[in-house]
Each structure stands twice: as structure tokens, then as C-alpha cells.
């Protein structure tokens, strides 16, 4: 199944998608995506559709728009060493404000501060059943399903001291969607691949099995730290071949369009 959130005729809403067309769940008991997750929390969640809104008829929100979103830094070998630095002992986490991010097929901004926008192609999973101190066993449980993201960063910011907070928080810098797949209809992440162009030209190319730390070891590390939400969204971390990684930088430019492209979750796409 995938789960989307949109913007209609009559304001924001969401369903499942069948095919192009999105079936309309919302209702009073569930207005969003969000209070669904958190009603079911890890429940059998079957969501009952309404009616349908074909292709064309909405416009894509960040699937979970106002999310808790914890992004690991440094998760594969080669973006750590084309970052310059060491391999780490545990997972960097830091955080992003849900107004870093837009939607599927909306505009990327390019703050006026810095031209030091880069891409970062990641797979995201979203929380489904709450839980604190995880086993990693058990961590897989606790997953919804997943969904492409790109953690834009303003590199000039990243870099002001050693926390990523204010390079990875420029508004609209970012993206996820366009939707959730749910974990039974996606391949297991070991068997996943993630491919990141701009303006079609392959920058990212890594296997999801790449991972320095996998789920459930992050799982089990965040959830260590706090509770874990139903509805939470957690991105996993980039691979090699980031735009600071070329000498000269290959930073974004207006117009350009990048995509990040996920087997059997999707591909996201901005300019």
C-alpha cells in the first residue's frame, strides 16, 4: 500500500494510491495521516476509502507533514570518507524541522544566504508501532514502511561549527515522499537500491545493505534515547557522492532537477 498526503479542492487530505489515483480516507476520526498512525500504533492498519481523487486533481504534501524527523549523518563508508572524516563508533543523529521540508514535484529552495545547497539522496522509514528500548530483534516490528527523502544541506552552514543543526534546517531545503510504502509490499532494505541524479546525470549509487549502521540498530540506539512515535520519520543517511565531494563543488543551481529513486519505494523529484 502506498500512503500519500495531498492537497485537493478542499484543503489537505489523504488515502492510498491506486495507481495514479489517490483514495480519500480523512474523516473526522482521522483528518490526517498522522492521527491514523497514532490511533492504529501498530495495529493492523486498513484504512477505509471514500472516494477517489483522480491524478491531476491534488497536489502532493510531505506525506507526514508536521513529523518528528531524526536524519542519521555518516551512515556509509564512502560519503564518510569523501566528508573527511572518521568512521563512527555511533550513529550521528541530529534533527530537522518539518518546515525544512517540501513535498514531491515542489520547488527546492536555494536560500539567499549561501549557493551551497547540496543533495543528499536517502531511504526514510516511518515508525508505526511506538516503542522505547527496542530489541534489535524485534526492531523491524516497529516499521511502517518507507519512503525516498533528500536531506538538502546548505554545506557553508553545516560547516559554521561542528553541529549539522543549521545547515540542515534552511526552509524548504529538503524533501520526502511522494509517498509511504508500506513495509509488506517493499522489498527488504538489503535488496534495495538508491539512485540520486540531477538533470539525469547519476551522482549516487549504493546499496541499502551499504549501511554502517542498519535499522535496527538505529532503532534501537534512538529509542534508547527517547520513546518512539507512531508516525515518527527517521532518514537513514546518504551515500558517496554528494556535490561537496567533487573538487570544484557541484552545489544546485536553479532549474536544476534532482531525483532520488528508491527500488520498490518510489522516486522523488524536485528543482
Not at 508500506?182 to 547519476?202: F, G, H, I, Q
Request: charged share 20%; glycine share 10%.
Amino acid at each position: 500500500m502506498r500512503l500519500a498526503s495531498v492537497e485537493g479542492a478542499t484543503g489537505p487530505t489523504w488515502g492510498y494510491l491506486e495507481g495514479d489515483d489517490l483514495i480519500e480516507c480523512a474523516d473526522t476520526r482521522h483528518p490526517s495521516l498522522a492521527a491514523a498512525l497514532e490511533a492504529a500504533d501498530g495495529a493492523s492498519f486498513v484504512p477505509e476509502g471514500h472516494r477517489r481523487m483522480p491524478a491531476g486533481t491534488f497536489r502532493w504534501l510531505p506525506p507526514l507533514p508536521a513529523a518528528r524527523v531524526f536524519c542519521v549523518g555518516l551512515n556509509y563508508a564512502a560519503h564518510i570518507r569523501e566528508m573527511g572524516r572518521p568512521l563512527p563508533t555511533f550513529p550521528a543523529i541530529f534533527t530537522r524541522d518539518p518546515v525544512s521540508f517540501t513535498a514531491h514535484e515542489a520547488p527546492l529552495r536555494v536560500p539567499r544566504e549561501s549557493e551551497t545547497l547540496d543533495y543528499e539522496g536517502e531511504l526514510a522509514l516511518i515508525i508505526g508501532r511506538s516503542g522505547r528500548r527496542i530489541a534489535r530483534v524485534s526492531a523491524l516490528d516497529h516499521v511502517l514502511g518507507w519512503a525516498c527523502l533528500n536531506d538538502g544541506s546548505v554545506r557553508e552552514w553545516q560547516n559554521h561549527t561542528t553541529q549539522f543543526t543549521a545547515g540542515k534546517n534552511f526552509w524548504r531545503s529538503g524533501s520526502w515522499g511522494p509517498w509511504i510504502v508500506t513495509r509488506e509490499e517493499a522489498p527488504a532494505v538489503a535488496d534495495m537500491t538508491l539512485v540520486t541524479t540531477v538533470n539525469r546525470e547519476e551522482r549516487q549509487r549504493a546499496a541499502l545493505s551499504d549501511l554502517v549502521f542498519d535499522v535496527p540498530a538505529l532503532l534501537s540506539y534512538l529509542s534508547t534515547i527517547l520513546p518512539l512515535r507512531a508516525g515518527d520519520v527517521i532518514a537513514t543517511g546518504t551515500p558517496g557522492g554528494v556535490g561537496a565531494g567533487f573538487e570544484p563543488k557541484r552545489w544546485l543551481r536553479p532549474r536544476d532537477q534532482v531525483q532520488v529513486r528508491i527500488d520498490g519505494v518510489g522516486t522523488l523529484t524536485n528543482e
